[in-house]
């Protein structure tokens, strides 16, 4: 029981849980802020500018709490304004114009939610995991249903403004709900992809560069074209690797393994310091960490020596 109660309170007060519980009540504060009735400053109500320093110091944090994807946050931020907008012109005006554009906008919102599920696919395939199956569809139904909500909220808020009627308290109960799927979508898929498997990239490349350019890399990969990089060149004779597609033994899933002819030998990459070695070495010579034989299929998560891939 102590031994429990104690992972317990080890897990909460990891770094990074905090880092995730603060980004969450920053939201939750400027949610509760921003919708205050308070005098204006040059023609802005004060909550307006505490709202937006707030939501500036919860995307700090969102960058500590979710270091590996919180740049795909932008697809759900871009998923909520479009929905915000289309909904809002498709509601709040009767012209026929404003109604087109906001069918459109709307329209933008929905196609940007498909292309962040086509996103989740891509790291899917690339990345694998312990937990994320092809039969859990759980990212894909929560960003269907932060969609949903978002253009939900936003029609009870103009009710709201309309009639002033009940429908305020919808919409805040909705924009809550927002905020838990958000938060929930970035930390499920932070914390059930194998991101050791992330190519390490120059810290400039990262974030916005990386996410636009998964699925690209994704479909040269599966083509049999990887971009080029360092980690595209055997270490010991620089010589451009070829990419060698086996199958697993064991489900027949595919699995892209770099082999230099000039070597004649296996490259891997090192799950602890990410940099590209020979296969079959029992210790990385980069980081001096334990190298393991077995590979392990993203498919069904058994392991197995190369010489067993067909």
Same mark, same amino acid.
């Given at each position: 029981m102590r031994n429990t109660l104690?992972?317990? @309170?080890?897990r909460l007060l990891h770094r990074q849980t905090l880092f995730m519980a603060a980004f969450f009540l920053l939201l939750l504060c400027a949610l509760a802020i921003g919708s205050l009735d308070?005098?204006? !400053?040059?023609g802005i109500y004060?909550?307006? !500018? /505490?709202? %937006? %320093? /707030? @939501?500036? !110091? =919860? %995307?700090v944090f969102m960058i500590f709490a979710f270091p590996n994807i919180w740049a795909r946050s932008f697809f759900l931020a871009a998923i909520y304004a479009l929905s915000f907008f289309g909904t809002l012109l498709l509601s709040a005006y009767d012209e026929t114009i404003y109604k087109a554009v906001g069918a459109i906008v %709307?329209? =933008?919102? =929905?196609?940007?939610c498909i292309v962040f599920m086509m996103e989740i696919r891509a790291l899917r395939e690339r990345l694998g995991n312990y937990k994320y199956g092809d039969e859990n569809k759980q990212p894909v139904l929560g960003a269907i249903s932060f969609f949903g909500i978002s253009a939900a909220s936003t029609y009870f808020w103009v009710q709201w403004v309309k009639k002033n009627g009940p429908f305020l308290t919808y919409h805040i109960a909705l924009e809550i709900l927002i905020v838990l799927l958000f938060v929930y979508l970035l930390g499920y898929l932070e914390t059930n992809f194998d991101w050791s498997r992330e190519e390490k990239l120059p810290m400039k490349k990262r974030g916005f560069a990386s996410f636009v350019s998964n699925v690209i890399r994704t479909v040269k990969i599966k083509s049999g074209h990887a971009p080029d990089s360092k980690s595209d060149y055997c270490p010991l004779c620089n010589s451009k690797f070829k990419l060698d597609e086996k199958r697993c033994p064991d489900c027949g899933g595919a699995e892209v393994f770099k082999w230099c002819d000039a070597s004649e030998e296996f490259f891997i990459k090192c799950s602890f310091c990410g940099e590209i070695i020979v296969y079959g070495q029992d210790v990385c010579q980069n980081c001096s960490s334990k190298v393991s034989k077995l590979i392990t299929c993203r498919h069904c998560r058994k392991e197995f020596e190369i010489r067993d891939w067909k």
């Open positions: 104690t992972n317990f @309170i080890g308070t005098p204006q !400053i040059y004060i909550s307006t !500018i /505490l709202w %937006f %320093f /707030l @939501i500036l !110091i =919860a %995307f %709307f329209i =933008a919102s =929905a196609g940007t």
